[in-house]
Antibody
Framework: QVQLVQSGGEVKQPGASVRVSCETF????????INWVRQAPGQGLEWIGW????????RLAHKLQTRLTLTRDTSTGVAYMDLRSLTTDDTAVYYC?????????????????WGQGTLVTVSS | EIVLTQSPGTLSLSPGERATLSCRAS???????LAWYQHRPGQAPRLVVY???SRATGIPDRFSGSGSGADFTLTISRLEPEDFAVYYC????????FGQGTKLEI
């Protein structure tokens, strides 16, 4: 079955960078895009970016465009999120998610499958 | 950016009762891009409804979605204990956004 397994929690100092990986199982990796969503403590869900499985095209949340990079390795089925110049506001649980796919001939970009989440803590 | 406003912020009900959650968009959106997610503490969010009214795989039929244009509703007909969670509406237009969430509590 479809599974997304994320890397473990990270503790970083302000100004540092972090990489979170998302290893996928149970489907053809290049056929679906991966979205990344985060939740800061006590806050709601926030979409931060998307990467196409087929060609690696990305769309990033405007507020993170200068600090966020999304990549993927099609040979291993792993997606990566790199966030630079961390601040305490980046402390959050980060999730990777996979698109639902085609339903009734229409591609649905809804987040049907989720990783378990990775807590990134930014603290001095 | 499309803003989604959910109401109420908190909904206090008992098992067996009916829950009605509202999501209003700042502009009209395609029903194909409106979804609802359930988020329990310590777990990853779960897709409940997509395309405004289609239940995701494994979601019981007590959950139903409706609406069009800028107003959407998630209804849970008879609450079960496991339904108490935070629910988010979401749209994936040019810049995906979530509502701020409705906490459904006992």
């Amino acid at each position: 079955q479809v599974q997304l397994v994320q890397s473990g929690g990270e503790v970083k100092q302000p100004g540092a960078s972090v990489r979170v990986s998302c290893e996928t199982f149970g489907y053809t990796f290049i056929s679906y895009g991966i979205n990344w969503v985060r939740q800061a403590p006590g806050q709601g869900l926030e979409w931060i970016g998307w990467i196409a499985g087929y060609d690696g095209v990305t769309r990033l949340a405007h507020k993170l465009q200068t600090r966020l990079t999304l990549t993927r390795d099609t040979s291993t089925g792993v997606a990566y999120m790199d966030l630079r110049s961390l601040t305490t506001d980046d402390t959050a649980v980060y999730y990777c998610t996979r698109e639902l796919g085609t339903v009734g001939g229409i591609w649905q970009y809804d987040y049907a499958y989720w990783g378990q989440g990775t807590l990134v803590t930014v603290s001095s | 950016e499309i803003v989604l406003t959910q109401s109420p912020g908190t909904l206090s009900l008992s098992p067996g009762e009916r829950a009605t959650l509202s999501c209003r968009a700042s502009q009209s959106i395609s029903i194909n891009s409106l979804a609802w997610y359930q988020h329990r503490p310590g777990q990853a969010p779960r897709l409940v409804v997509y395309r405004a009214a289609s239940r995701a795989t494994g979601i019981p039929d007590r959950f139903s979605g409706s609406g069009s244009g800028a107003d959407f509703t998630l209804t849970i007909s008879r609450l079960e204990p496991e339904d108490f969670a935070v629910y988010y509406c979401h749209q994936y237009g040019d810049s995906p956004t979530f509502g701020q969430g409705t906490k459904l509590e006992i």
